[in-house]
């Protein structure tokens, strides 16, 4: 049984920062790609930033240069630095791993709870 966990969230007024993090625990064979998705009230969800394996990164327009991802491959956690923080960054943040049990298995994809990050102006 795998888990993705996410914390971090909270309340923050506008141009302050919060740090997200997801742990996935359970049988973990190795993890590619993990990313962190968001999703406001009445819109689609959408994604924030990705990281691979080796490091590599991408982000959405809107958080380029105010959030920046990252990951610690020993803990097969991933982390979501969000600084300058904008009333529009209001949303449920969600992780999200492809990983594989066995090395056996194909890459599935996984995804935590949610966490609620709510910015006020």
């Known amino acids: 049984q795998v888990q993705l966990v996410g914390s971090g969230g909270g309340l923050v007024q506008a141009g302050g920062s919060l740090r997200l993090s997801c742990a996935a625990s359970?049988?973990?064979?190795?993890?590619?790609?993990m990313g962190w998705y968001r999703q406001a009230p009445g819109k689609q969800r959408e994604l924030v930033a990705t990281i691979s394996s080796g490091g590599s990164t991408n982000y959405a327009d809107s958080v380029k240069g105010r959030f920046t991802i990252s990951r610690d491959n020993a803990k097969n956690t991933t982390y979501l630095q969000m600084n300058s923080l904008k009333p529009e960054d209001t949303a449920a943040y969600y992780c999200q791993a492809f990983l594989r049990i066995t090395r056996w298995d194909p890459p599935r994809g996984y995804w935590g709870q949610g966490t609620q990050v709510t910015v006020s102006s």
């Open positions: 359970g049988s973990v064979f190795s993890i590619n790609v």
